[in-house]
């Protein structure tokens, strides 16, 4: 569970619905949320705030012309919606107060990292502390099995969960090679009935993650005709 409190500011109620349902499914509580820039500000004149998603598209003011309103009553990151996505709009954003920028559509688990990423440098923690058993660390990567957080050099990266499943289960069994069949059976939990491609796709979009050069991997090594494993490098590893 997560005690940081998120306010959500959009005129679109499916908007709204779906930041809160994936916020609540990583652990975050204290969600308010409101359609306009006028209840936007009242809210954060009442009580303080953590972060604040801000729509820049709002009927009557604009998240934009909000902003230094919301400003002048907290100092909590601001992270603007906005459908509009040239350099202008954007430098316009930061101008005014904001904090982070991002276009529509997005992908809700982005705006997750995000709020995650803001809480982290206003030193808020954005989890509950996990048992050292849980987190593995491979010098440029770290993987939080309790938070189910990927961390590349300090950032947090989206990871979809089967993608997310598949790494762990490497970082559990470092060196070790496992061919295709044993890598479906044990994260997929079925019968691989040949899936090669299920393997490739999965083992290349770890690769976009937490490889400097995907084309050149130094962490996840394929062995050419038997299988695939995580390379464990011996300086910088703990777990």
């Known amino acids: 569970m997560n005690d940081a409190s998120i306010l959500l500011v959009d005129d679109e109620q499916a908007i709204l619905q779906l930041l ?5 499914k990583e652990g975050f509580t204290k969600i308010d949320k409101v359609r306009t820039a006028e209840a936007a500000i009242q809210a954060c004149e009442a009580k303080p705030y953590d972060v604040i998603v801000l729509d820049v598209m709002l009927p009557n003011m604009s998240g934009i012309e909000a902003c ?8 909590a ?7 509009r996505s040239s350099d202008f ?6 101008a005014v107060g904001g904090d982070d920028y991002v276009t529509k559509p997005f992908n809700p688990l982005e705006i997750v990292a995000r709020i995650k990423s803001l809480l982290r440098r206003t ?4 989890a509950e502390v996990a048992a050292p058993g849980n ?7 770290q993987v939080n099995e309790t938070a189910a957080e990927l961390i590349v050099e300090g950032q947090q990266v989206p990871c979809p969960s089967l993608v997310f499943q598949l790494l762990l289960f490497l970082c559990k069994h470092p060196n ?3 061919t295709k069949t044993e890598l479906y059976e044990r994260v997929w ?20 993650r937490i490889e400097v050069d995907p084309s050149k991997p130094e962490y996840i090594v394929n062995v050419r005709g038997l299988g695939y494993k995580l390379v464990k490098k011996e300086q910088g590893f703990e777990y």
């Open 20 to 24: 809160e349902t994936v916020l609540l």
């Open 68 to 75: 230094p309103f919301i400003r002048r009553a907290t100092d």
């Open 77 to 83: 990151p601001i992270l603007f919606l906005s459908a």
């Open 89 to 94: 709009d954007k430098l316009t954003g930061f």
């Open 123 to 126: 030193g808020k923690p954005t």
């Open 135 to 141: 987190i593995y660390s491979f010098g440029r990567f």
């Open 176 to 178: 070790r090679l496992f």
């Open 189 to 208: 939990g079925g019968n691989s009935l040949s899936d090669d491609n299920t393997i490739m796709v999965h083992i290349h979009r770890i690769r976009e």
